[in-house]
């Protein structure tokens, strides 16, 4: 059972990054999943969620506007499309799976239960 997080990088302010997460090893589409961030010495910071049915969405209010989840079921993978990327977005990004249709409280990382390895995200001013 895997998760692979990919198209992380480097990229002006103002720019756009868009993630991937695509997972293996098991059918991850009937689950909620969501992409969380970290930087050193700083907690896990929560960013989106989405329902299995792709139908509901929640994002932090530090990303509303500018980043968007996604996920295409068939091709079991789920995607962050990242707009207006600012320095302080600068981070490592990680997808999770819940191993339930819906989560209770989306923003909470012991929701998931499973995690990616981590793609790096690094915005220049």
Do not use: H
């Not at 050193?40 to 969620?49: N, S």
């Not at 989560?103 to 001013?125: A, K, L, N, R």
Request: proline share 3%; net charge neutral; charged share 15%.
């Amino acid at each position: 059972v895997q998760l692979q997080a990919s198209g992380g990088g480097l990229v002006q302010a103002g720019r756009s990054l868009r993630l991937s997460c695509a997972a293996s090893g098991r059918t991850f589409s009937d689950y909620a999943m969501a992409w969380f961030r970290q930087t050193p010495g700083k907690e896990r910071e929560f960013l989106a969620a989405i329902s299995w049915s792709g139908i509901s969405t929640y994002y932090a209010d530090s990303v509303k506007g500018r980043f968007t989840i996604s996920r295409d079921k068939a091709a079991n993978t789920v995607y962050l499309q990242m707009n207006s990327l600012k320095p302080e977005d600068t981070a490592v990004y990680y997808c999770a799976s819940a191993t339930s249709t819906a989560v209770v409280t989306p923003d909470q990382p012991y929701e998931y239960d499973y995690w990616g390895q981590g793609t790096q995200v690094t915005v220049s001013s």
